[in-house]
């Protein structure tokens, strides 16, 4: 089963810049389309961005659009999210995990990582 950890979350002004990463562990990262989800408090989370195995096809919630670029080095086992023009409605946990399929987005089963804080001040 492949381990998750984010981090690169932080407190950045609306209209501003971060990159997320996700480090994984084992040797089926690969094999996997990845995900990125967030979950404001008080709200269910939610699908953001997503990326196929190869890197080649990715996609992206509507409210993130032009916005949020998903990539991932499988050399190195890694995730990004790198997300720009930040608005205090992106404030969550963001949260990385392997989906069934690029354009479904659903998460597959197993334990979520610990997530990263993302906070966008007005």
């Known amino acids: 089963q492949v381990q998750l950890v984010e981090s690169g979350g932080g407190l950045v002004q609306a209209g501003g810049s971060l990159r997320l990463s996700c480090a994984a562990s084992?040797?089926?990262?690969?094999?996997?389309?990845m995900g990125w989800f967030r979950q404001a408090s008080g709200k269910e989370r939610e699908f953001v961005a997503a990326?196929?195995?190869?890197?080649?096809?990715?996609s992206y919630v509507d409210s993130v659009k032009g916005r949020f670029t998903i990539s991932r080095d499988n050399a190195k086992n890694t995730l990004f999210l790198q997300m720009s023009s930040l608005k205090p409605e992106d404030t969550a946990v963001y949260y990385c995990?392997?989906?069934?399929?690029?354009?479904?987005?659903?998460?597959?089963?197993?334990?979520w990582g610990q997530g990263t804080q993302v906070t966008v001040s007005s």
């Open positions: 084992g040797r089926t990262f690969s094999s996997y389309a």
């Open positions: 990326v196929s195995w190869s890197g080649g096809i990715t």
């Open positions: 995990k392997a989906v069934t399929s690029v354009y479904s987005g659903t998460p597959l089963g197993g334990s």
